[in-house]
């Protein structure tokens, strides 16, 4: 059984820096591609960054770039998301999720496993 378990998330002011974290388990984490995902309060779930199987192709949505960076550690089943020069409108719940895929984007439905999630709020 497929596992994701976030941390890392909390209250920061604008302009600050947070790191998510998130562990799998239940099956080979390099075999496949993670992504993150996050949802503001009356807001659909959006696409943030994902990661192939390797770390070597990542994807972001535009919003976040040159802000924040997706990463793995294979070695120990982690994915992160370092996040700099946060802003309020960064304040959501952020995913972790998995496909069952070596490489996938940023479509939702590709994703099969998802995380309970990690708040992050950004204060102005």
């Known amino acids: 059984q497929v596992q994701l378990v976030e941390s890392g998330g909390g209250l920061v002011q604008a302009g600050g820096s947070l790191r998510l974290s998130c562990a799998a388990s239940?099956?080979?984490?390099?075999?496949?591609?993670m992504g993150w995902f996050r949802q503001a309060p009356g807001k659909e779930r959006e696409f943030v960054a994902s990661?192939?199987?390797?770390?070597?192709?990542?994807y972001y949505t535009d919003s976040v770039k040159d802000r924040f960076t997706i990463s793995r550690d294979n070695a120990k089943n982690l994915v992160y998301l370092q996040m700099n020069r946060l802003k309020p409108e960064d304040t959501a719940v952020y995913y972790c999720?998995?496909?069952?895929?070596?490489?996938?984007?940023?479509?939702?439905?590709?994703?099969?496993?998802w995380g309970q999630g990690t708040q992050v709020t950004v204060s102005s």
């Open positions: 999720a998995t496909a069952d895929a070596a490489v996938v984007g940023r479509n939702e439905r590709a994703y099969k496993y």
């Open positions: 239940g099956r080979t984490f390099s075999n496949y591609a």
């Open positions: 990661i192939n199987w390797s770390g070597g192709t990542t």
